[in-house]
């Protein structure tokens, strides 16, 4: 699994290339920069120390998106019959296809939850920083939600490989990805630091979050296809909770190969951008007495 930790660093350097060469057109100064080279390095070690020592290494990720997978799939396509009739892909096996329609609704829930969970602990777990040292906080609640997103790379590769296999197609909308990270990204981070502001405070947030997490799993239709929900309900899932956008643009971009929903994309994105700027305001406005508290 050497490999895998390999491929992660070099995806993150890629990454950062790429925003190198940007650096011209982008209106940030020496200090931002700073910043953004100091949460590469940050990222980085975080993936680095999660499953330092383990036989496995990084690609537990992995199996353990695939382990999810298995068990979602025997559940709802093997026992309960589930049929989305959008799954965008048929094969001759009704659970591959299946699988491959849940994977997609799966991938981003778990970066989601993850990266969430993880940031709700992480000023307690790095209170040194906090109290002893001069460093930038409002990088502490980037850092888990991008390492689970860099790990969830992998996952998306593995999708994207098994559909074109099936398909023998490579859909161009693929190329649309980073407008669906936007909503993610955009939601996963301003809870991200309204729930690591409050942590501080409250040390029952991460206990409340674990549930509020599951609840929200099963109202946002990744096992189950939108078209099931009764519908007064169906345009609260749909106006009201970002990731089912996400979910289903997943969908349309890696199996479909066209995008119908740019309506609940604008929206989402809208909503998103709303949580953060309420959850970095909070961040901000509680960030100064962090130390005391801790």
Not at 186 to 215: C, H, M, N, Q, S
Not at 267 to 281: C, K
């Amino acid at each position: 699994m050497t490999s895998i930790k390999t491929s992660i660093r070099a995806i993150t350097q890629l990454a950062w290339r790429q925003v190198v060469r940007l650096k011209p057109l982008m209106p940030l100064s020496e200090a931002q920069w700073y910043k953004l080279d100091l949460l590469k390095d940050l990222v980085q070690r975080d993936l680095a120390a999660r499953y330092k020592g383990s036989v496995l290494g990084s690609g537990w990720a992995l199996i353990k998106q695939l382990a999810q997978l298995l068990i979602y799939t025997y559940l709802f396509s093997v026992v309960l019959k589930v049929n989305p009739s959008d799954r965008g892909i048929s094969t001759e096996n009704a659970n591959v296809t299946y699988s491959l329609w849940l994977f997609a609704g799966l991938l981003p829930w778990l970066t989601f939850s993850s990266g969430l969970s993880s940031a709700a602990r992480v000023i307690l777990q790095q209170r040194n920083l906090v109290t002893k040292v001069i460093f930038p906080l409002e990088l502490l609640p980037l850092i888990p939600v991008l390492s689970a997103f860099l790990e969830s790379t992998f996952g998306l590769v593995v999708l994207i490989l098994f559909t074109t296999i099936l398909s023998q197609t490579l859909h161009a909308t693929l190329l649309l990805l980073p407008l669906v990270w936007l909503p993610q990204l955009l939601l996963t981070v301003g809870l991200a630091y309204l729930t690591a502001a409050l942590t501080v405070f409250l040390r029952d947030i991460p206990e409340i979050l674990d549930i509020f997490l599951k609840v929200w799993f099963y109202a946002t239709p990744i096992l189950y296809p939108l078209n099931l929900v009764p519908e007064p309900m169906r345009t609260l899932v749909t106006w009201l909770n970002p990731l089912t956008t996400v979910v289903v643009m997943y969908r349309e971009v890696v199996l479909l190969g066209d995008i119908s929903s740019w309506r609940m994309w604008a929206f989402a994105v809208g909503l998103s951008a709303v949580i953060w700027v309420l959850g970095y305001w909070t961040y901000r406005r509680l960030r100064s007495a962090f130390a005391d508290v801790l």
